[in-house]
Every structure is written in structure tokens, then in C-alpha cells.
């Protein structure tokens, strides 16, 4: 019996050494780059947390992450980049796309791993979704190329309105895409759009505050991190400024928007977490197929589409995944 016990001890042994030497090497790095601000992306970073936690790297006891924000200066990024880059962490989180553009030509052996609204072959991040290649790889939910639906959407709720708004932030390097795809959804509505510009809260509040003036009956905000930190106040402020206005965030419905329409933004930076925790424990990103996320939801807010005096069509608030009364 005695000896059957020290031999399970020396077993335990032989398994507990190695991790305690493997305890005493160096905390892996996790570098973050976002083109926003910390106090705006909490519930996105404590998605990514959590399932990095899942895949068993929790932060400040076995793997230290290095936070880099850009605070809406996109012309930053790449500065930023190039240093997180420097100090040689063992993967880069790009979270947005504006970041993971700045981070690719800054390294090409560093580990980097996406989480963004836009697809990432027509933006040139990866070749291929399922065989991306390199050192990127990454999470997806489709919210850019569904700005023209969102315009769709408005234009049925709203089918007399003749003049229709684009909000974009004219420094994010998908703006154009944005802005020429939305003007062809236009064209074959019988639309006129009339496209805003807003890059800081002072060129939003007084966008927001200019639209009635330029003739805009009805608002599709572009996709991008800054509108995404505000989606609440957004919301609200269409709601203030009776501007009827669609953005892509359930967030954005639930604070006085009348609609919402995309992918949802947390299960991208969920996605990211597990890759991150892959990667730590030594596959390759090349090796890891985009997770694209290709389902949306519409979010319809009732009493706001009332307080503004517009009538909900039955069969959009049919196709509604949630109706907020």
C-alpha cells in the first residue's frame, strides 16, 4: 500500500514539475490596438476576456494584455502600431477595422487577430476566409456592406421621404465603400443622398443638429467605431431631434433609434478570445479560418416610430427579430 502511494506521489511529482517550471517562464503578451476609446469599448473587451478565459488565459494570472487606445485619431494608428509591434508581444488583438489595417504592413511574424464590422477579403486583410494565411486571421460580422439594406429598411418605413442621409466619419478608410454603395442603393430607390460627415462628439452634435436644414427626412448611419462607442447616444439624439435614423446596434434601438440592423459585435470579439487562446498555445493564425458571422438582426423600436408619428408597416415589424414597445 505504502509503496503503491509513493509511487502515485512521484507520478504527481513528475506532472507537477513541469508546470512549475513552465510557471516560472515569462507571462505571455497580449497586445489590444483599437481605434476607439477603453471607456467605450467595455462590453466588447470583457467579451474578449471572457472567453480568452474559457480557452484558459485569464489576464493577470497567466497572460498580460497591453491596452493601446487611439481615441477616434485614426491617423495615429499606425504609430501605434508600429510600436505595440516593438515590444515584441506574442499576439496583436486588432479591434476594428481601421487597427487591423494599420497593424498588417507593421508586422508580418507577430500573430495578429481581428475582430471587426467589415469583410475581410474585399478589405484586403486575408486572401481567403477559410484559408486566410500568413499571420491573420481573425472574426467577422457583416455590418458594413449592410448599410444599403439599412437604407432599404428606412425607405420602406418611410417610403415619401425623397432626401435621405448618409452619417460617415470621413477618416475611417472604409468610408468611401461605404458612401459609394449606399449612393447606388439610392439611385435605384429614387433616393437623393445627402452624406455628413462627423469625426469627433462636436462634429456629431452639430451634424445631427444641420440635417433637418439640408433637407434629410430620414438618416442611415455609416458603420465605425466612434458611431459605435455613441450608439446610445445617437439613439437618443435621433430621437430628440426627431430625426428617424437606422444604425446597426440593438443599443442604438433600445435609446430612442427607431431601428436597428446588423451583426452582432460581441460575438466577434467572443470568436477573437478563443482564436487568441489557440494561437497562445502554438497554432498558427494561418491555419485558422475567418469565423464570419453572416446572420443580422432587426431591432424595431415601436414607441420611438410613434413618438416621431410614423406607422410601422406590418410586414417589417413581421420580420423584426425584436420590437421594443
Known sequence: MRRREF???LSAAAVVWP???????????????SSASSRDYVPMIAAFRKSLGEAGFVEGRNVKIEYVWADEQYDRLPTLAANLVSHQVSVIVAASTPAALALKPATTTIPI????????????????????????TGAAHINVETAPKRLELMHELMPDVKIAGLLVNPTNP???????????????????????HARSDEELDATFASLRGLGVGALVIGTDPLFTSRAEKLGAMSLR?????????????????????????LDSYRHAGV??????????????????????EL??????????GLSVPLPLLGRADEVIE
Open 7 to 9: 509511487i502515485a506521489a
Open 19 to 33: 508546470l512549475a517550471a513552465g510557471a516560472q517562464q515569462a507571462m505571455p503578451v497580449v497586445g489590444l490596438l
Open 113 to 136: 487577430v481581428f475582430a471587426i464590422g467589415g469583410d475581410p477579403v474585399r478589405t484586403g486583410l486575408v486572401d481567403s476566409l477559410s484559408h486566410p494565411g500568413g499571420n491573420i
Open 174 to 196: 472604409l468610408a468611401k465603400s461605404v458612401e459609394s454603395a449606399v449612393l447606388a442603393a439610392a439611385g435605384s430607390l429614387g433616393l437623393a443622398l445627402q452624406v455628413a
Open 241 to 265: 431631434l426627431k430625426m428617424p435614423a437606422i444604425y446597426q446596434y440593438r443599443e442604438f434601438t433600445a435609446a430612442g433609434g427607431v431601428m436597428s440592423y446588423g451583426g452582432s459585435i
Open 275 to 296: 482564436y487568441v487562446g489557440r494561437i497562445l498555445r502554438g497554432e498558427k493564425p494561418g491555419d485558422l479560418p475567418v469565423q464570419l458571422s453572416t446572420r443580422v
Open 299 to 308: 431591432f424595431v423600436n415601436l414607441k420611438s416610430a410613434k413618438a416621431l
